[in-house]
């Protein structure tokens, strides 16, 4: 079974860290780029960050630039997404996804497999 786990999701006080992971199983995220999106409450999916196949491109939303740094560990089929300083904004399910492409493109319409998210609450 093809499917993407996340994991690393919780309660953080503003300010604070996390990291999530992102990890295939039933297929090797080496031939994909990998997305992280986002979905808060009554709003719709944003994309967050993507890298490319190899590593080499990465691209964040402008809301976590400088914040957000996204790497992959193509070795242990896993992708990571560090958050730090983080916003009570910041607050939403976060999830994987993965599009079998090359470059650091990750359309929210346009991916191939999906994880299914993990709850990130920012709050005092």
């Known amino acids: 079974q093809l499917q993407l786990v996340e994991s690393g999701g919780g309660l953080v006080q503003p300010g604070g860290s996390l990291r999530l992971s992102c990890t295939a199983s039933?297929?090797?995220?080496?031939?994909?780029?990998i997305g992280w999106f986002r979905q808060a409450p009554g709003k719709e999916r944003e994309g967050v960050s993507c890298?490319?196949?190899?590593?080499?491109?990465?691209i964040y939303a402008d809301s976590v630039k400088g914040r957000f740094t996204i790497v992959r560990d193509n070795a242990k089929n896993t992708v990571y997404l560090q958050m730090n300083s983080l916003k009570p904004e910041d607050t939403a399910v976060y999830y994987c996804?993965?599009?079998?492409?090359?470059?650091?493109?990750?359309?929210?319409?346009?991916?191939?497999?999906w994880g299914k998210g993990t709850l990130v609450t920012v709050s005092s």
């Open positions: 996804a993965a599009v079998r492409t090359v470059q650091a493109v990750c359309p929210t319409d346009g991916m191939d497999y």
């Open positions: 039933g297929f090797t995220l080496n031939y994909y780029a």
């Open positions: 890298i490319s196949r190899y590593g080499g491109s990465k």
